[in-house]
């Protein structure tokens, strides 16, 4: 499958390059392409960068990729990394996959406190 091209020269504030979506995920730049090329990612948008085609992700799937592949999204390195500053994303992402993300993440501290509590008493 091949996604379309845009002819924008450079990333949006609704895009984000992988390097900085990697970054955001927590996952490696070659994670990203793999699941690209197994075509597993379909949010992928092929745009034409300053050096040639490059992928780049809409910044209002981001939380839906990481609740589908389960990994953790931290706005706070999309917000260090962006110029100007991603302060915008809360109200971009959508706002309820996020508020699911921290209570699975919060589901998860909880079990794993309970799992130690219980081993400790074996």
């Known amino acids: 499958m091949l996604w379309?091209?845009?002819?924008?020269?450079?990333?949006?504030?609704?895009?984000?390059?992988?390097?900085?979506?990697a970054d955001a995920f927590g996952?490696?730049?070659?994670?990203?392409?793999?699941?690209?090329?197994?075509?597993?990612l379909p949010e992928a948008e092929l745009t034409q960068g300053k050096f040639g085609d490059?992928?780049?992700l809409p910044m209002a799937s981001l939380a839906q990729i990481a609740q589908r592949e389960s990994w953790v999204l931290n706005l706070d390195i999309l917000?260090?990394?962006?110029?100007?500053p991603a302060a915008h994303l809360?109200?971009?992402?959508?706002?309820?996959?996020?508020?699911?993300l921290i209570d699975a993440k919060t589901s998860a501290e909880t079990s794993s406190r309970q799992l130690d509590e219980t081993n400790k008493k074996y």
């Open 90 to 100: 809360q109200e971009v992402v959508n706002n309820d996959l996020i508020e699911q």
């Open 79 to 84: 917000d260090a990394q962006s110029n100007p």
């Open 4 to 21: 379309p091209i845009t002819n924008s020269p450079q990333q949006t504030l609704s895009t984000i390059g992988l390097n900085d979506a």
């Open 27 to 40: 996952i490696s730049v070659d994670t990203l392409r793999r699941r690209i090329k197994k075509e597993q």
């Open 54 to 56: 490059t992928y780049e």
